[in-house]
């Protein structure tokens, strides 16, 4: 991981409502986000997966934004249908679109690693923002293709890697969305995942997380406080 | 150092700080989760998960008060043993320490809510958790607990709605069954003002046909008992009506005075009209499209009541008729005054001014009851006679207005009765009602005459009688079969070895006066044939039809063996 990109020091995301609603750029159910917001949206089931999928990708493509979809194994060209019928000016081979399965992102040498998923995500805004023009950016990613891999250490690496994620939609104009399906993940992910993310949305509602376990902690070798405990530690 | 010491130390509790925090905070949207609407396994699984994210812990299991039996939720749990369940119904709902094996440390947290414990959530850690990590996971279980009262609550709310709705639903239920039931009323309502309407109004056969036709919207026909129609009411009428086949229709009534219900035969949907146990008619439904439902059955059935009145009420007036009928026949025939019997007649609908015969009928077999004295009737009416009729000692009566045709009557009885075996007297003209009985006792001597011939069957009338007429009713006739015989008898006998025709020449001369030529055109013979004949009855009889006393013998002979039946 490049070693400059990770000691970028970012301000601690703990905006107040107000601020995020006058400089909002994106929003996910009617609720704004803020440049540099990192939301953790848990759902409930594909249908409410997709009321906030569609819209998130669709205005971003009609606001010219560029965007990245981090889709659930075999779902990329049904999503791409979805929004291409949903933003059909943009049409199903826009420009601004990029979608990518786990294989091609999370699991790309067949294992998670979150610092290689950083580097790739790091790579991408420098290709996005590389031309300087003021573009924005959005990124969804559903999350679904973990759960089959969740277990202790799994849970230590992607949770720091949803810390680490948090500097890196700071670091750039872009909001990010990671989608949890609250019947595929238990109290184990979510309990960690909710400490890591500064915003949660849960049944229309964003709840903002002042406290949430920022870069400065995940990068602070002798602090492990907010790493989850794996079950054999306990 | 002793600066970055003191900095270390102030991150370590702003650290530990925010740790804190932000497990309270996961706590808090772990609850929201929770009291998002999952039943009460989920809430429990939850939780159970939970537990080794919010400190040093191992969840052992999850208890749920069932019926005052802990039961271990979600089923299936690894660490739920039962040695930890009989632990927990010694704590009877309060939590405190329990053991679990291999753990230096295990509570029961006991899940309250304001009605009282629900169950408990078990834990163990390898060693004693501080304070603050107890705390956490006594926050998760009372939050575990507020969502499972809230589960339960939402539960018994939905059961409720749930029974509400299935009252709901019956009460529509019952009020659809009650608006059909109160449509159903008053309809029929409607049919029986329609009906009462239609009986008031004279409730003829017709108007009950019209009535059922306006309520229904289907023609409507009405036939007696034998399929022939009395009355249609609605378009296309078939004509001519079809005459139904006796047998089959003979069934058909059987079958559908067996049913409760009317009896649909292709398009026709049939009710009986009964009364005291015998069909009078039916109400037939056309109904092509077999779409006639409960309410035209009802109307079809109620109808059939009104109309089985009507047909017994017309048909007691018709036996009222035919009794009065009976009475003035016995009493013109026994002889009553003219005055009286005009007016009896003109009240059964006959007018006995002008001239009238008596007609005696009797048949072989047959005994003058209702069915005879019916079929005479029928007969008559067929030929357009009007007349009134009577059953009287073995036979049946006609007081005929003008001269019945004798042969056309009698053959029209052969069609009624199947049987050429019978024998009609008609008696002399009478011009005034005192004149019938001696009208009568005509009739009953050419009956007479006609049934002690050679050939009985057929019909004599007084008039024809000729020299019958002077004897006597009930008389012995032999002495002038023997005189018939005498004289004419080696005609008859060649007549009948060669088919000739010798005693028909010979009565025919006689009417003619003994003329040629009008002998010759009535037989439709030729003059020579005549004259050919007229030798061989010579040759035959022997008799010499020149000599005056022969010649009024053998013309007397001729008469009484035509008045006999003109056969040997």
């Not at chain 1, 970012?10 to 996910?28: E, I, Q």
């Not at chain 2, 078939?238 to 086949?245: G, M, R, S, V």
Request: hydrophobic share 40%; with cysteine; glycine share 10%.
């Amino acid at each position: 991981m490049d070693e400059r990109r990770a000691r970028t020091p970012v301000p601690v995301v703990a905006s107040a409502v107000a601020s995020a609603v006058a400089s909002a750029v994106a929003s996910v159910g009617r609720v704004p986000l803020a440049p540099g917001d990192h939301l953790c949206a848990l759902y409930r089931g594909r249908a409410e997966r997709e009321q906030l999928l569609t819209p998130f990708i669709a205005d971003g493509l009609r606001e010219g934004h560029s965007c990245l979809l981090l889709a659930a194994d075999g779902e990329g060209r049904a999503l791409r249908d979805v929004l291409a019928a949903n933003a059909p000016a943009v049409g199903p081979d826009s420009d601004g679109l990029q979608i990518m399965g786990p294989k091609e992102s999370y699991l790309l040498d067949g294992t998670f690693d979150g610092d290689h998923m950083l580097d790739m995500l790091h790579a991408w805004s420098d290709s996005t923002f590389s031309a300087g023009n003021g573009t924005f950016a959005r990124l969804a990613a559903d999350m679904s293709w973990a759960q089959p891999l969740v277990q202790p250490a799994f849970i230590h690496d992607l949770i720091r890697y949803e810390m680490k994620a948090t500097r890196w939609f700071m670091s750039c104009p872009q909001v990010g969305m990671c989608l949890y399906d609250l019947e595929l993940f238990s109290g184990d992910l979510i309990i960690p995942l909710v400490k890591a993310h500064p915003k949660v949305w849960l049944s229309g509602m964003v709840v903002e997380n002042p406290y949430c376990a920022g870069p400065e902690e995940e990068l602070d070798p002798r602090e492990e406080v907010l790493e989850p405990r794996a079950a054999d530690e306990v | 150092m002793t600066a970055t010491s003191g900095k270390s130390d102030r991150s370590r509790r702003k650290t530990w700080g925010q740790e804190h925090v932000a497990n309270l905070y996961s706590l808090f949207v772990l609850s929201m989760i929770m009291n998002d609407g999952r039943d009460e396994s989920d809430i429990l699984r939850l939780a159970l998960t939970s537990v080794a994210a919010v400190g040093p812990c191992r969840a052992e299991g999850g208890f749920l008060t069932v019926d005052e039996l802990l039961v271990p939720t979600p089923a299936g749990w690894p660490h739920a043993t039962s040695e930890i369940d009989d632990h927990l119904q010694h704590l009877r709902g309060r939590e405190g320490p329990i053991p679990v094996p291999g753990r230096e440390w295990g509570w029961a947290f006991a899940l309250h809510t304001r009605g009282g414990g629900i169950g408990y959530l078990v834990v163990s850690a390898p060693s004693r958790p501080t304070g603050d990590e107890f705390f956490l996971i006594h926050v998760l279980a009372q939050q575990t607990a507020a969502a499972l009262a809230n589960a339960t609550a939402r539960r018994r709310e939905r059961d409720h709605a749930r029974e509400l709705r299935r009252l709901n639903a019956d009460r529509a239920a019952v009020n659809v069954r009650l608006a059909n039931t109160i449509s159903e009323l008053e309809y029929q309502r409607s049919v029986h003002e329609v009906l009462s309407q239609a009986a008031a109004g004279g409730g003829s056969v017709a108007g009950i046909a019209t009535a059922v036709y306006r309520l229904t919207g289907y023609p409507v026909a009405i036939e007696d008992r034998f399929g022939n129609l009395r009355a249609w009411a609605g378009p296309d009428c078939p004509d001519p009506y079809p005459k139904p086949d006796a047998a089959q229709h003979e069934e058909l009534l059987q079958e559908a005075a067996r049913r409760p219900l009317p009896v649909r035969v292709g398009e026709r949907l049939i009710a009986l009209a009964q009364h005291r146990g015998e069909v009078l008619g039916a109400m037939v439904l056309i109904d092509a499209a077999g779409s006639a439902g409960r309410q035209e059955e009802f109307t079809l059935d109620h109808a059939c009541t009104a109309l089985a009145l009507e047909l017994a009420h017309l048909r007691n007036i018709a036996e009222v008729e035919l009794r009065l009928r009976r009475e003035l026949v016995d009493d013109l025939i026994t002889g009553t005054d003219d005055e009286s019997a005009y007016a009896r007649a003109a009240a059964v609908g006959h007018d006995l001014h002008g001239p009238h015969y008596l007609v005696a009928v009797q048949w072989v077999g047959r005994a003058a009851d209702d069915a005879f004295v019916q079929a005479v009737g029928r007969a008559a009416a067929g030929l357009r006679m009007r007349s009134l009729l009577a059953g009287r000692s073995g036979m049946a009566v006609l007081v005929s207005e003008g001269r019945p045709r004798p042969e056309a009557l009698h053959q029209a009885m052969v069609r009624e009765l199947g049987s050429p075996s019978g024998s009609i007297g008609v008696g002399g003209r009478c011009d005034v009602p005192g004149e019938i009985p001696r009208s009568f006792e005509e009739a009953l001597r050419a009956l007479e005459v006609r049934q002690r011939s050679r050939s009985p069957n057929g019909t004599t009338a007084f008039d024809e009688l000729g020299l019958y007429r002077i004897l006597g009713p009930g008389g012995d006739y032999r002495e002038v079969d023997q005189f018939v015989r005498e004289w004419l008898g080696p005609l008859l006998d060649y007549d009948a070895a060669h088919h000739s025709d010798l005693a028909q020449t010979l009565s025919q001369y006689f009417e003619c006066g003994g003329n040629y030529d009008g002998t010759a055109a009535a037989l439709g013979i030729h003059r020579s044939t005549l004259r050919y004949r007229l030798q061989r009855i010579r040759d035959v009889s022997g008799s010499d039809i020149t000599d005056v006393d022969s010649r009024l013998n053998l013309h007397v002979a001729t008469r009484v063996w035509k008045v006999l039946g003109g056969s040997p």
